[in-house]
C-alpha cells in the first residue's frame, strides 16, 4: 500500500477518508484535522491561555503536542488522583511529556484535599473521580487565569456517552457533548480540541511523533462494552463516530446558579459534591 500523497510506504489506511498515509503525511494529515476541527467548530480563540488537563494517556498527550504545534499558549495539569501504581506511572508519562514539549506542568494532588480515590467504596470510584477532577481543573484554572481548560475527550467518548444517557432513559445533558461550553459565574470555559479526533488518530499521531505516553490503563477503568459496541459500528460503517458529533445539536439548557456553604464554587445544591466527598473520606474530617 502506497501513501496517496507522496507514493512512499503506507503506515496505515484511514476508513473514514479511504485515504493511505506514510508516517510524514499522517502526522501533517492529522494537524490539519484538528486545526479545522477547531476551526470549524470555534473551540479555541486566539490568545487564550489555555489549561491542558493530561492524564499520561496517549489523547490527552496528543492533545497537548498538538496545541503546542498549532501555535496555542498552552501549559499542562495533572492531577495526581492517587490510585497507586497507575497515578505513579502516569505522572512520570506527563513529567516526560512536559519536559519533551518544553511546556510548564502544573501537579495537584488530591491528597492535599484530605483524601485520594484509593479511600472511596470501590462502587463509586468513578463518580467520585469525576466529580474531583472536574472540580480541580476548574478551580485551578480560574485562581491561575487561565481563560480555557481543555480537555483529551474523544469522538468516541462523546457518543459512548450519549448512547449511555438514552440508554438508560435519563435525558441528556447537552452541555457535556459539545466541544465548547462558555463559562459562567465561577465556572471556566471548557473545551474539547480532539472532538472530532478517535482514538487510533490519536494514538497514531503520538507513536508517529514519539511523544511520551502511557498505555498503563486505570485498574477502575469501567467495563468497555458501550465504547466496543461504538468500534463496531464504526467496523461496519466508517466514518460513523465523526458523522454522529457532527450531528449532535446543541440543547440550551437554563441552569440555576447556586454556590457551595462550604467552599463557595458553583454547585447544584447547597453543598457541592466535591465538598459532599470531602466530608465523607477526608481523614483529618477538616
Ligand atoms: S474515572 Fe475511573 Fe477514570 Fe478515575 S477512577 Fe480511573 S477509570 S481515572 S477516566
Ligand atoms: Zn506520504
Known sequence: MKCKKCGKNAITYLKPYRIALCKDCYVDFYKNLVRRSINRFKILKRGERILASVSGGKDSSAMASILKELGYDVELLYIDLGIGEYSKVSEKAVRDLARDLDLDLNV???????????????????SACGISKRYIMNRFARENDFDVV???????????????????????WAEKLLPRVEGFDK???????????????????????????TLEECPHAPN????????????RKPGFVKNFVRGIVKEEKPMKIMHCKICGEVSSGEVCAFCKLRMKYCRSKA
Open 150 to 172: 481543555a480537555t483529551g475527550h474523544t469522538a468516541e467518548d462523546v457518543v459512548v456517552f450519549y448512547i449511555k444517557n438514552i440508554a438508560s432513559g435519563s435525558k441528556v
Open 108 to 126: 495537584v494532588r488530591l491528597k492535599d484535599y484530605g483524601f485520594t480515590i484509593s479511600d472511596v467504596e470501590i462502587s463509586k470510584v468513578c
Open 187 to 213: 465556572f471556566v470555559t471548557k473545551v474539547k480540541p480532539l472532538y472530532e479526533m478517535s482514538e487510533k488518530e490519536n494514538l497514531l499521531y503520538v507513536i508517529c511523533k514519539e511523544i511520551p505516553h
Open 224 to 235: 468497555p462494552d458501550w465504547k466496543e459496541i461504538v468500534y463496531e459500528i464504526e467496523r
